[in-house]
Nanobody
Framework: QVQLVESGGDSVQLGGFLRFPCLTFGFTLVDYVIGWFRQVPGKVREGVLLRTVVDGTIYYKPSVKGRFTMSKDNAKNSVYLQMDNPQPEDTAVYYC?????????????????WGKGTLVTVSS
């Protein structure tokens, strides 16, 4: 059974640093598209970063490129989101998601498997 569990969301200061994991279960990371998404209450869920299966290309939401990175540890079945220089507009619930083939950052609903999310709050 495919499961994803995010943790480590926290309150972080403007311009600070935060890195947190998504543990995965029931599938092999290299065989799935993995993405990070976020949602602010009252707004639609949006894609942040997405890593493809075929060649490992990572797609970024333009506003986070150069500040956010995604890494993975296949041995630990984990993926990580690292936020450098977070801004107030980055405050949201962050979700990791997986799919066997979907790879469109603009259409989160195409991803089949989702975690429950973890809250990140950026404060000044």
């Amino acid at each position: 059974q495919v499961q994803l569990v995010e943790s480590g969301g926290d309150s972080v200061q403007l311009g600070g640093f935060l890195r947190f994991p998504c543990l995965t279960f029931g599938f092999t990371l290299v065989d799935y598209v993995i993405g990070w998404f976020r949602q602010v209450p009252g707004k639609v869920r949006e894609g942040v970063l997405l890593r493809t299966v075929v060649d490992g290309t990572i797609y970024y939401k333009p506003s986070v490129k150069g500040r956010f990175t995604m890494s993975k540890d296949n041995a630990k079945n984990s993926v990580y989101l690292q936020m450098d220089n977070p801004q107030p507009e980055d405050t949201a619930v962050y979700y990791c998601a997986a799919d066997t083939s979907w790879s469109n950052l603009e259409w989160p609903d195409g991803m089949d498997y989702w975690g429950k999310g973890t809250l990140v709050t950026v404060s000044s």
